[in-house]
């Protein structure tokens, strides 16, 4: 058993006046990462568990991000992987630190990989764990971790554990053999006079799934959250993370990705088995710098492909030329053949559009015939210049089938801005927004709108979503931002109405775009670990 331990709380969470960091002398972490085992001679090796390495680097960058404010020699972080995490190697690097902590150290472990519960104890698999003898190829957590913490001089310790309950059986797509931690086993470690929070990422019975949207764990990407300080929900009011919120915020989140998120059938609930009255305060996030209004919208990430002016016209069907009253009927409904129609009826419009904005621009842009490009098809076409790309359709207007509508899209290219008194002539106030289409966006509808209620109390506007067709708008100022998530795309439209107008107000706005656009400001730059992307075969 362990030895007793004096420990002071409030000298242990003595921090800096206000707000500041923890009076940790050092911070010592050891993060092992095993997602690929070593083959045995016979039979197979242990499921491979995607992106624990990811997990573990993320982990890595973690720790030094939020301990900052103490000398680098004074944050150390082991990473061990595959294999360099054999058996062997890992009880020694455990032995070791641990044997060497001092005091008012703060020691983290974190595990990302398989394991079980057997032979003794919990127990965590290493690179050369093997199936047909467990016991002796697998770390014991008691007496490998902690029964060596509580024998130390180190009074306080974190222990972050991503693995599940599945007895080496089938292939899943999960971390699936630890077989029911013994939470009664770490709690005979809680009243021995020091500090002890150990998080699991599931509860007996249970699997710790991966999110591919997320690139990690489902438990270990909110793990990552909290610690960097971006969930605020997880943070007392002053701002500090501690035991007891952490623990909340994780029994909270991952079920609820789960649920919302994912199609996952099965349950996921974080435990938490931590001493004391659940203050332990692990570190103090600061508050976000206050963010330009002009930048509010910088951290919402998006990988957009096109972007473009868009312009829409809309009429009644009976009202254009070649509609007969008393031979032709105003549709009622939505149709292919009334769509088309409108396309017959539209054609020599468009074509005639078409051709007197080809003459102008040859004119205004000073080309040749060879400089300029322009289709045409029934109802549709478009003209490339050197300095835009103009294209326009037509047809039935979904939102009344007794309207047609014209649609006008407009593309600048690099180097439009030599040709902006061409431009400016060519087309006045022929638009109405700015159009950012996007392949995908970092955040789930959810996280969009909630993201936009941040920023509504933090500059002021008004939000207003519709999950039935996924769309959410920000307005402030006479600018409105609509993110449309079903049609991957966000609308900007302001009070201006000219065409170089709306490019210069959009030009103002940071966005969180993923590659550059002549038509908007240059993109956001990366503001730290963000929810990734990837796949996961296991987990």
Known sequence: MARNKTLNRAEKHEASEGAGQQGFGRVVAIIVALENY????????????????????????????????????????ETIKDGDASLVAVRDQLSYTIRNLSEDDLFIFYYAGHGFHGSGGNRLSTYDTNRTNIGGTSLLMRDDLLEPLAESACKQA??????CAEQFREVVESRDVIANLDVEEVEEFLDSGWYLGVFLSCSPGEKSYPAAKLGHGIWTHFLLEALSGRADRALTRDRWLTDGGLRDYLCQEVPRFITRETSI?????????????????IHYAPPPPAVPADAALAGIRLRNNSEYLEGTETGAIQQLDGFQRGFHKVPTQLSDSADSWCHRLLAERVAEELQELYQSARTALGARRRDLRKEEEQGAGDLDTPAFRYIVESGQNPADPTEYYIKRRLELRQGWAAHRAAIDELFGNEFQQLVIEFESMDDTFDDLVERLEDIRDEQGGDVDDDDRHQRVSYRREGVTFTFDLRRRRLEISFGQSGTLELVDAAQKFQLGIGR??????????????????GARTSH
């Open 38 to 77: 070593r083959r045995p001679s016979s039979g197979d090796a242990l499921p491979s568990v995607a992106f624990a390495h990811a997990d573990a680097d993320a982990i890595g960058d973690a720790v030094r991000e939020i301990f900052t404010d103490m000398l680098p020699d004074d944050v150390i972080v």
């Open 158 to 163: 974190l222990v972050f554990v991503d693995a």
């Open 265 to 281: 059938r099965g349950t996921q609930t974080p435990q938490a088995i931590v001493s004391g009255s659940n203050s332990f305060r």
């Open 516 to 533: 550059s656009s002549p038509m908007l400001a240059a993109p956001a730059a990366s503001d730290g670990p963000r929810r990734l992307k």
